[in-house]
């Protein structure tokens, strides 16, 4: 048998943060550093899944399958296609600049009990979430899926509600500081609760869903169910099949989220640390897009082809409302957060444009928005952190004081708005081309959403960074080294990928034509050609 | 007439004396129940002859040998084939030896092992004048609050007999899952149930509340026992007969004499729906579903903790073993007139659960509704009516039973000066102050909440999958709705332990001995074990999912 290299890329996160929460109390610098090497070292673990992966060859590679349960029907089996191993890569390399951006995060404030360590649990929780996400992204069972979609709701869950901004909303006075942490606290719980229902509620119509699944396919087998699909063995009854889907994509729309299921988003990204909402926009959230294309798609077809008009107008909305709402915000983190509702909404219209340079683009933006909102993100996270507070007007005139932070922030907003040469543009023109292929009108007013992009990330950079300085930020420290080392890999890949996206695209593209000839749908002709 | 004639009449009317024979026992097969109740006499002969210092020490000693002994002859029943290969009916057709009933009985003799331990614990509760002291009081037939309890407390006694209690009750509990007549069922249920009112009033502490929930359980429990006779009495009117395989055989019509006594009654379908409505009821009572949960509440707050542990877990296993044998050996011929009914019931009683619980304020009361939702949810999958669901429910039982004499147990631990701290806000910020222990008790609540990788998860899955695939699709959907409103409240307790300020004036949270220990570690284990590889335990469960009939 050979090296199970997938589970050991899902496993080694998981043992890291089982070792890094048994650090003791008063080793906490160990804990991070431990968690950072993990980090690392599953980076490594996912570039030989990249180097192992043949782009030209099967369908599902490094397959692992195992007899799990088999009572429920279900195995242990793993495989990635193209998209997955785009995933698991983007994955494994944000969480080393999230760790490493998040370091002085946990520390405690205040000893209260001995047993008390937040800084340990913190980097512990990162860790498992990064390994139920990998594992989500390898899964090609059905259930395996969907315990792991389930599951990573709980690390993530304290981690929105356990830990905060240090000293945000300095808005109120001194005298009412410890108020002030007490509301905030409470706040983060609202946030957290707000997720976790939200997701519960979703993965829990996605169980009825599964079980549904279960009654009529007899296996949760992904291959197999597709391939009975594909050969006509397993018949649907038309009802079933979207009852079905529905139960799916309701999840995956809440995870993704689509509006109006969005509303979970800008309050999760508000309260957690900065580090935390990246985890939850660039590598939580993907787990719902990646499902709607590996399971929504192959499993029901035609449901989705059914479904797809609707899909359209949510996505549409979620990408015109939630540039609006950016426009209209005040606080940083929810803006980002709003912005990544916008961008949410264009890589579910990738997806269900039904056209390969519409998938291939929603794919390519799952991964550029992953790395670009993290570069905007975590800047903007020093940026609070050095102010206390998360306000666009607390600041002013930060471009004089802290040039670097400034620059490094512009980059991130300018690829947030798609400027040519940086990634996103690559992957945003590809879903509007493919949308307009089969939509035109959809892509024109989905078009409206770029400009709104510049909109708020333009005036947000003017507003914080330029202009004259303010008394509080006077005297502010421009981005030290561990912050640079955070921030400028990523604007290197974000320039690189700008320029050269085909890394990314070869691996991409066969596992994007393999899913449409699921649906059955072909690229439409050119008009000209189907003329003659 | 002379004497002699009398005489001779008599006799040629009567049977022939040696007809009637000793009645032929299967000890072997009978061994756990025999085993138990005969370590029940010997320890209420403990309290009668042992002297009070080492009567302690005794009773859970005994307490435990005869639990883990009983375990191992079910196992050897197990392994000698009774459970898959070849089943029994013992005792001259009372006692059904197979697999259900032996995976029930192991389940609640584990269930018992673990009540043990919790009732054994005596570091909890602050030493009363040099005494270490236990949940239960110190006298129970003292006045709460007179002048004889502040001198039996003084002198330092404690209620060793609920240790005999618990194991007359366990006795109980192995027969009714296993009884084979209606008979047999009533006297387990009354063997179970009378030492569990007796349990449920001797609380050390908050002695009113303890008694009056006792009297609420024994009189509400009383009616449920008089409605399940009154449905027996029905039912051997209509079929002649309290052997469920002879009711089985008149409900399919494939038996045609009838009992000249009878003659009038028999077959009368009148008779037949309201006795086995009367004596399902009488079991859902002790399910607690709803409507008849009204006493869950009351009592699983009032009782001393421990029993509440132990009662959630065994009479939940013992009373849904009892009502699947019903079902499915009885009243199979009878399933399209119950399934609507159990339909109905299932809907409001996972509804009603979920719903009512999100308003309590009490731990233990959050966690009584919480069982009642369980309840309906382990109804879903009898509902099912297929071998998946028999085996479906004894493994949520299994799961599920674990689960909550663990979360009982992290109960017993968090106190502060009134002893147990039970309502809701005094565990504000446990997971600052004690975070091992609001981890464990998360791990719980997220298990009874059903979060995947628990053994709640694997259990909800299974009689879930079970219900669809008996066609029940609208219980599965409802079930999913009742588990997202009954995850609200769970997760509201996680919040509250480790996202709020602990308050200064807050609870502690006392060290246990290795015997509460032991109790919360298992079922934490079991929690995980359940859920990360539940296949051996689902094997387990539907090799044991045929009923003999």
Not at chain 1, 84 to 97: K, W
Not at chain 1, 497 to 507: C, H, S
Not at chain 2, 269 to 285: R, T, Y
Not at chain 2, 490 to 499: D, E, G, W
Request: glycine content about 10%.
């Amino acid at each position: 048998m050979s090296f199970p290299l997938l589970t050991a890329t899902a496993v080694l996160p998981a043992l890291g943060a089982i070792a890094t929460a048994a650090v003791p109390a008063a080793r906490r610098a160990a804990a991070k550093w431990l968690a950072l090497i993990v980090s690392l070292a599953t980076l490594v673990l996912a570039a030989v899944v990249v180097v192992r992966f043949d782009p030209g060859g099967d369908r599902y590679q490094l397959t692992e399958s195992h007899a799990w349960i088999k009572d429920f029907g279900v195995r242990y089996e793993l495989g990635v296609d193209g998209i997955a191993v785009a995933m698991i890569a983007l994955t494994a390399l944000l969480i080393p600049f999230i760790i490493l951006a998040g370091w002085h995060d946990a520390d405690p404030v205040e000893t209260g009990s001995k047993r008390w360590r937040p800084t340990q649990g913190y980097f512990a929780l990162i860790l498992a979430v990064e390994a139920m996400v990998i594992i989500s992204f390898e899964a090609t069972d059905v259930f395996l899926f969907y315990i792991f979609f389930e599951a990573m709701l709980i690390p993530m869950y304290f981690l929105i509600g356990g830990f905060g901004d240090r000293a945000h909303g300095s808005y109120r006075s001194a005298a009412t500081a410890a108020r002030g942490e007490e509301a905030a606290s409470t706040q983060r719980s609202y946030a957290a609760v707000k997720f976790l229902l939200y997701n519960l509620v979703g993965g829990l119509i996605m169980l009825a869903a599964v079980i549904g699944l279960y009654v009529v396919a007899g296996n949760f087998s992904l291959t197999q169910i597709a391939e009975a699909r594909a050969n006509g063995t397993l018949d649907m009854a038309t009802n079933t099949e979207r009852w079905l889907f529905l139960g799916f994509f309701f999840a995956f729309a809440v995870k993704a989220p689509l509006w109006p299921l969005h509303t979970w988003l800008p309050n999760a990204m508000q309260e957690s640390t900065a580090p935390v909402a990246v985890l939850i926009t660039a590598v939580v959230d993907k787990v719902g897009t990646f499902a709607m294309l590996r399971f929504c798609l192959q499993l029901f077809p035609e449901a989705s082809t059914w479904a797809t008009p609707a899909i359209l107008v949510l996505a549409l909305i979620s990408i015109i409302y939630g540039a609006l709402l950016a426009v209209g915000q005040r606080d940083i983190k929810r803006l980002v957060a709003y912005a990544s509702i916008s961008h949410f909404g264009f890589i579910v219209l990738g997806i269900f444009a039904m056209t390969s340079q519409g998938q291939s683009g929603a794919t390519l933006y799952m991964v550029n928005h992953g790395i670009s909102t993290a570069a905007l993100m975590l800047v903007a996270g020093f940026l609070i952190s050095r102010r206390g507070s998360r306000l666009i007007a607390d600041y002013g005139g930060v471009q004089k004081v802290a040039p670097v932070l400034a620059g490094t922030f512009l980059i991130g907003g300018l690829a947030t708005l798609s400027l040519p040469g940086l990634a996103p543009f690559v992957s945003e023109f590809l879903v509007l081309v493919g949308t307009f292929a089969r939509y035109p009108v959809v892509g024109i007013i989905a078009t409206f959403g770029i400009v709104l992009a510049a909109l708020y990330t333009l005036v947000l950079y003017q507003r914080t960074m330029t202009g004259p300085v303010k008394a509080e930020v006077e005297g502010m420290a421009d981005l030290r080294v561990r912050e640079l080392v955070v921030v400028a890999p990523l604007i290197v890949l974000l320039i690189f990928l700008g320029v050269y996206p085909k890394p990314v695209t070869d691996i991409v593209n066969p596992a994007v034509k393999q899913t449409l000839s699921d649906v059955e749908k072909k690229d439409p002709q050119p008009e000209v050609e189907a003329a003659k | 007439m002379s004497a002699s004639a009398v005489h001779s009449l008599w006799t040629t009317a009567a049977e022939p004396i040696d007809k009637i024979g000793a009645p032929d026992i299967e000890y072997g097969q009978l061994s756990p129940t025999l085993i138990v109740i005969g370590a029940a006499i010997l320890g209420v002969l403990v309290e009668a002859f042992v002297p009070r210092r080492t009567r302690y020490h005794a009773q859970v000693f005994l307490s435990v040998v005869a639990l883990a002994a009983a375990f191992a002859a079910v196992i050897a029943l197990a392994a000698g084939g009774y459970a898959t290969t070849k089943s029994g009916i013992v005792a001259m057709g009372a006692v059904a030896v197979d697999g259900p009933a032996l995976f029930l009985q192991g389940t609640i003799l584990l269930a018992g092992i673990l009540g043990v331990f919790t009732f054994a614990e005596r570091r909890l509760d602050p030493a009363a004048h040099g005494n270490r002291v236990d949940s239960f009081a110190a006298q129970a037939a003292s006045v709460p609050g007179s002048d004889s309890e502040k001198a039996a407390v003084k002198a330092g006694f404690t209620t060793t007999e609920v240790f005999p209690l618990l194991l007359f009750a366990v006795g109980g509990m192995l027969i009714f899952p296993a009884a084979n007549d209606l008979l047999t069922l009533f006297i387990a249920l009354e063997v179970f149930s009378l030492p569990l009112y007796l349990l449920c009033a001797v609380a050390r502490r908050k002695r009113l509340m303890s008694q009056e929930a006792a009297v609420k359980y024994f009189l509400l429990g009383a009616f449920a026992s008089a409605f399940t006779l009154f449905g027996i009495a029905l039912l051997y009117g209509y079929a002649g007969s309290v052997r469920y395989g002879t009711i089985a055989r008149v409900v399919d019509g494939t038996v045609g004499e009838v009992t000249p006594a009878l003659a009038g009654t028999m077959g009368n379908d009148a008779l037949l729906l309201i006795g086995a409505a009367m004596v399902v009821m009488g079991l859902l009572f002790k399910v607690g579903a709803v409507p008849f949960h009204m006493w869950t509440p009351d009592v699983y707050q009032g009782a001393p903790t421990p029993v509440t542990g132990f009662m959630a877990a065994a009479t939940k296993v013992a009373a849904f073993g009892a009502l699947l044998r019903l079902l499915y050996v009885v009243l199979p011929g009878l399933r399209w007139d119950w399934r609507p009914v159990m339909w109905a019931v299932a809907i409001v009683t996972m509804l009603g659960g979920a719903i009512v619980a999100i308003t309590q304020t009490d731990i233990k009361r959050l966690l009584a509704y919480s069982s009642i939702a369980h309840a309906g949810f382990i109804l879903a999958g009898v509902i099912a009516t297929t071998p998946d669901g028999v085996s479906s429910v004894l493994f949520y039982l299994g799961a599920y039973s674990f689960v909550t004499i663990g979360a009982f147990a992290v109960v017993t631990l968090v106190r502060d000066a009134g002893g147990e701290a039970t309502h809701l806000s005094k565990w504000a910020g446990l997971g600052r102050r004690s975070p091992l222990v609001a981890a464990v008790f998360a791990v719980f609540l997220l298990a009874f909440a059903g979060i995947p990788l628990t053994s709640g998860f694997a259990g909800k899955f299974a009689v879930f999958k079970a219900a669809a695939e008996g066609g029940a699709g609208a219980i599965v959907v409802v079930g999913v709705i009742s588990s997202a409103i009954a995850a609200f409240f769970y997760i509201r307790v996680i919040v509250l332990m480790f996202f709020s300020e602990p308050r200064p004036e807050g609870p502690t949270v006392a060290v246990p001995s290795p015997l509460t220990m032991t109790a919360i570690g298992v079922g934490v284990a079991v929690t995980l074990v359940l859920g990360v590889a539940p296949q051996y335990f689902l094997d387990l469960a539907s090799q044991a999912g045929v009923f003999v009939r």
